[in-house]
């Protein structure tokens, strides 16, 4: 099974950008479609963004234009490219298998990266 540990957060102020990473050790994901999530306190966890095997995207509303997603299959990575960012965006972000999220009866999660966005 595939390990995941996302990066790149931090405190950034409202219209900053962020890079973040997720990095597979293990099994490739490669072929697999592969997703960023988040959660923010006391709030259901949201879809940001996904990325198939192929490398078409798909984007949640409350991202699109602002946001982009992106994957090194050579680096087993994925990353997302977060730009004009707002404190709406406030949350710890997580990656993973597009398929295990929908399919799995116990999606297992990383620790995710926190990214906090100031006013």
């Known amino acids: 099974q595939v390990r995941l540990e996302e990066s790149g957060g931090g405190l950034v102020q409202s219209g900053g950008s962020l890079r973040l990473s997720c990095v597979g050790s293990g099994r490739s994901f490669s072929t697999y479609a592969m997703g960023w999530f988040r959660q923010a306190s006391g709030i259901e966890r949201e879809l940001v963004g996904a990325?198939?095997?192929?490398?078409?995207?798909y984007y949640g509303d409350a991202v699109k234009g602002r946001f982009t997603i992106s994957r090194d299959s050579a680096k087993n990575a994925v990353y997302l490219q977060m730009n004009s960012l707002k404190p709406e965006d406030t949350a710890v972000y997580y990656c993973?298998?597009?398929?295990?999220?929908?399919?799995?009866?116990?999606?297992?999660w990383g620790q995710g990266t926190q990214v906090t966005v100031s006013s």
């Open positions: 993973n298998r597009v398929s295990s999220v929908t399919n799995d009866k116990n999606p297992v």
């Open positions: 990325i198939s095997w192929s490398g078409s995207t």
